[in-house]
């Protein structure tokens, strides 16, 4: 049985199955997947007391150009602040640049937010301070498209200290312990074992450098990441995630502990 829902961390996701352009075309404005990103937060924001956190990644960004971006806010309206924030940059290119309000791609170069996967999540403090710090999402940055990974997640689990001890055994120097960054820790250390185990496969078979990289954000599997780094966690959870290749991921404790929802049609996947 889940838990009765209430004021405990909520958690939103948003991939958008139409390139921006769709949109654009569809419902005259660049801003679909922000306005029901905030849809979706401000029905749960009762659950988000302590501060607010949103994500998004551009999918096929060109090199040269920021491709997943995080706005956090601690004020006492976070969510207002956020999408005040969001919102303001779109209207200045409306009023100011009218023909590069509907160019998508140069919506997806020039402003934030103007990617295909969205992710929010509205924080209930159990731990640490109400400080900007302690908002998901948290973000584990790389160079390689495959190995940066943002997550924000509802999490209450009860073995922290054997989670800490499994990451220095993986000869990590965590610099918390805390179940967040334990979470975090121990999915990007299997997917960095999933890339490292690609880049291998690949590297003896002629392919050069970037091209065994494509690859790699090609065929990786987070399943197989996540059946790996969700083993021995004991507690309840519902996460959400986004990979930099594009590939976006829930997962939720194996007794169902913490509830969650997903919706799909063909524009939208929602959790």
């Not at 519902?238 to 290749?245: K, R, Y």
């Amino acid at each position: 049985m889940s838990d009765f829902i209430g004021h405990e961390c909520g958690i939103a996701l948003i991939r958008l199955r139409k390139p921006l352009s769709y949109f654009i075309e569809r419902y005259g404005t660049p801003t679909y997947g922000i306005n029901k990103l905030y849809l979706l937060m401000e029905k749960q924001h009762n659950r988000g007391q302590d501060g607010a956190g949103v994500a998004n990644l551009v999918i096929d960004q060109r090199p040269g150009f920021p491709y997943l971006i995080r706005q956090r806010s601690t004020s006492n309206q976070p969510l207002v602040e956020i999408f005040e924030k969001l919102g303001s940059r779109f209207n200045r290119v409306q009023r100011n640049q009218k023909t590069k309000y509907k160019n998508s791609q140069w919506l997806k170069e020039n402003v934030p937010f103007a990617g295909e996967v969205f992710l929010g999540h509205l924080r209930y403090g159990t731990h640490g301070k109400n400080a900007l710090d302690f908002c998901h999402p948290f973000i584990r940055r790389s160079n390689w498209r495959s190995r940066n990974l943002a997550l924000a997640g509802n999490f209450n689990m009860t073995n922290v200290d054997e989670l800490f001890d499994q990451l220095i055994s993986f000869g990590q120097h965590p610099k918390e312990k805390t179940d967040t960054i334990t979470v975090l820790e121990k999915i990007g250390h299997f997917l960095d074992v999933e890339n490292l185990r690609l880049w291998d496969e690949y590297q003896g078979k002629g392919f050069t450098d970037h091209e065994i990289a494509l690859l790699i954000e090609d065929e990786l599997n987070m399943q197989t990441v996540l059946k790996r780094a969700c083993k021995g966690f004991d507690g309840g959870y519902a996460m959400i995630g986004i990979i930099g290749n594009g590939t976006s991921f829930v997962a939720r404790d194996p007794a169902g502990i913490r509830p969650a929802y997903y919706y799909a049609n063909d524009e939208v996947i929602v959790i």
